[in-house]
C-alpha cells in the first residue's frame, strides 16, 4: 500500500474529502456523544456513579497521548498507513467496550478506543492540509464541520435509542461496521507522500515524558476529592510536574521531538494550543455535565435527555460549518469566536443560575445559544495552525492541536467532576439518586442544585480564558 499519489501537487477540492475523513471523524465525535447519554444508564447497570466521568475522560487521556504520537509517525511512517493502524486499535476497543462486564474493564476498553481515536483526529487534519490548497481550508473544515454536527447530532439521539432498545452495549459494538467502512474508503484512496525525507528517528523520551505529565495531572485532580486518597493526589501531582520537566527537557534534545520548540515559538500557535486546551475543557465537562443534570435533577431518561440535547450539537455543527465557509468567504479568521465567546459564558452562567427550574423549551434555547457560540471556535483553531505551521512538522502541530483538546477534556471533565462530586449531597451511589429526582426531598434536591451550579461556573470561567487567548492571538487573517 502506497502513500504516494499520481500527481501529489493537484489539490483537492473540498467536498471530494467527505468520505476519506468524515468518516473517521464521525466514529471519534459519535464515540463521545453516544457515551454521554449512555452514562446514566451504564451507572444503573454497573454502579459507582462516581467513576462515571472515567468513561469519558478513559477515552480522552488516550487521545491525550495518541494525538501527538501519530501526528509525529504519521510524518514519519505515511498518514496512510498510520489511518489503518488507528482504525484497527478502535475496532478492538470497541469489542472490549462490548464484552466488559465491569466498570474498570469498560474503561480500559474506552482507553483502547481513545488509543485509536487519537489517530483519526489528528490524522485526518493533517489530510486535509496535504490534500487541500490554502484558501479552500476554511471551506473543508466547514465542510468538516457539517460530519462533526452529524455526529453530534446523530451521537446522542441514536444513542439514546440504542440504549433505551438494544442496551448500553449496543452502542460501542455498532461503530465497527463503520470503522471497517473507514478502512475500505482508506485503501482505495491515494494519499501524496511528504515533499521531503522525514526524519524516522522517534521520540521516546518525550513521549513517555509526556505520558507521565497526563497521567500524573489526572490521577492528582480525580483523587484530590478523596481524603483518604489526598497523599495519592500529591503524589500523582509531583510525578506531573516531573513530567512536564522531563518534556521540556527532552523536547529541546530530540533529533525528531513530539512538539518541535520552534513551533511553539511562533504565537499564533501557542495561543491557538491555550484556546484548544480550553475549548477541549469547556465542550467535554459540559457533555458529561449535562446527561447527569437530566437525570439526577430532572429525573429524565436517555431519549428525553438525548432529544434535549439535540439543540445543542445540532448548533455546535451548524456554527463550525458556517464558520469554515465564512473564513474562505472573508479570509478573517479570530474574528468569530472573539465575537460570540463572551455570549457562551453568559449562556452557560444562566445554566448555572436557572437551569434546573427552567422549562424545557427554554432550557433548550439556552443549549442552542451554547451551541451557536462554542461552536465557532474549531474550524478557526485548525484553520490557523494548518496555514502557520510548516509543511514538514505540519502532522505534528495536528497532533498537538488534538493534544492540547483532548488533554484540555481531560482536566476539564476531572476538576468540573471534583466539583459536583465534592459539593454533592451524601449517598452519590448511582441506584440512589439516577432516575429519583422526583423522589428526593428538598433538602437534597437543593445540595444537588448548587452542585451544578458551581459546576456550570466553572465550565463558564473555562470560556472566559479561551476568549481572553482568542483576543491575544496575532492570526486574524488567512494568508
Known amino acids: 500500500m502506497s502513500d504516494a499519489a499520481p500527481n501529489p501537487t493537484a489539490p483537492a477540492q473540498p467536498l471530494m474529502l467527505l468520505p476519506l475523513i468524515g468518516v473517521p471523524v464521525f466514529l471519534a465525535i459519535a464515540n463521545q456523544t453516544m457515551v454521554s447519554v449512555a452514562l446514566p444508564d451504564i451507572g444503573a447497570d454497573l454502579g459507582q456513579l462516581r467513576r462515571l466521568p472515567w468513561l469519558v475522560m478513559g477515552y480522552m487521556i488516550a487521545l491525550t497521548v495518541a494525538g501527538p504520537l501519530y501526528g509525529l509517525l504519521g510524518d514519519m511512517m505515511g498518514r ?54 490554502p484558501r479552500n481550508r476554511g471551506r473543508a473544515q466547514g465542510n468538516l464541520a457539517a460530519i462533526v454536527m452529524l455526529a453530534s447530532t446523530l451521537g446522542p439521539f441514536i444513542g439514546g435509542i440504542l440504549v433505551a432498545t438494544l442496551g448500553w452495549r449496543s452502542l460501542f459494538l455498532g461503530t465497527v461496521p463503520l470503522a471497517l467502512l473507514a478502512m475500505v474508503l482508506l485503501a482505495r484512496q491515494p494519499i501524496p507522500s511528504a515533499s521531503e525525507p522525514p526524519d524516522r528517528a522517534f521520540d521516546l523520551r518525550g513521549f513517555l515524558a509526556l505520558l507521565t505529565l497526563v497521567l500524573g495531572v489526572t490521577a492528582a485532580i480525580e483523587l484530590i476529592g478523596d481524603a483518604h486518597l489526598r497523599w495519592v493526589a500529591l503524589l500523582g501531582a509531583l510525578i506531573g510536574a516531573a513530567g512536564l520537566a522531563g518534556l521540556v527537557i527532552s523536547e529541546k534534545r530530540a533529533r525528531n521531538p513530539l512538539f518541535p520548540p520552534a513551533l511553539f515559538r511562533v504565537p499564533a500557535i501557542n495561543r491557538a494550543s491555550v484556546m484548544v486546551f480550553c475549548h477541549g475543557a469547556a465542550m467535554v465537562s459540559l457533555i458529561t455535565t449535562i446527561p447527569l443534570f437530566h437525570a439526577i435533577l430532572r429525573g429524565d431518561g436517555a431519549v428525553a435527555t438525548a432529544s434535549a440535547m439535540l439543540a445543542l450539537t445540532v448548533s455546535l455543527g451548524a456554527a463550525g460549518f458556517v464558520t469554515g465557509n465564512l473564513i474562505t468567504l472573508t479570509g478573517r479568521t479570530l474574528l468569530f469566536p472573539s465575537l460570540t465567546l463572551p455570549l457562551c459564558a453568559g449562556a452557560i452562567l444562566i445554566l448555572a443560575m436557572q437551569g434546573a427550574t427552567m422549562g424545557r423549551p427554554a432550557l433548550m434555547g439556552t443549549y442552542l445559544a451554547v451551541g451557536l457560540t462554542l461552536g465557532t471556535v474549531m474550524s478557526v483553531m485548525n484553520t490557523v495552525v494548518q496555514n502557520t505551521a510548516p509543511d514538514r512538522t505540519r502532522g505534528r502541530a495536528a497532533g498537538a492541536m488534538t493534544f492540547f483538546r483532548s488533554s484540555g477534556a481531560v482536566v476539564g471533565t476531572a476538576l468540573t467532576s471534583l466539583v459536583l462530586f465534592v459539593l454533592a449531597p451524601g449517598g452519590t451511589e448511582a441506584g440512589a439518586v439516577l432516575g429519583r429526582a422526583s423522589a428526593a426531598d428538598a433538602a437534597q434536591l437543593a445540595g444537588w442544585q448548587s452542585a451544578f451550579a458551581a459546576t456550570f461556573a466553572t465550565i463558564a470561567g473555562f470560556i472566559v480564558l479561551e476568549w481572553v487567548m482568542g483576543l491575544m492571538n496575532p492570526a486574524r487573517r488567512l494568508d
Do not use: E, H
Open 80 to 133: 496512510k498507513r498510520m489511518m489503518m493502524a488507528a482504525l484497527t486499535v478502535y475496532i478492538a476497543g470497541a469489542l472490549l467496550c462490548t464484552v466488559a462486564g465491569n466498570i474498570s474493564v469498560l474503561a480500559a476498553g474506552r482507553l483502547v478506543q481513545g488509543l485509536g481515536g487519537g489517530g483519526l483526529m489528528a490524522l485526518s487534519q493533517a489530510l486535509i492540509a496535504d490534500l487541500v490548497a
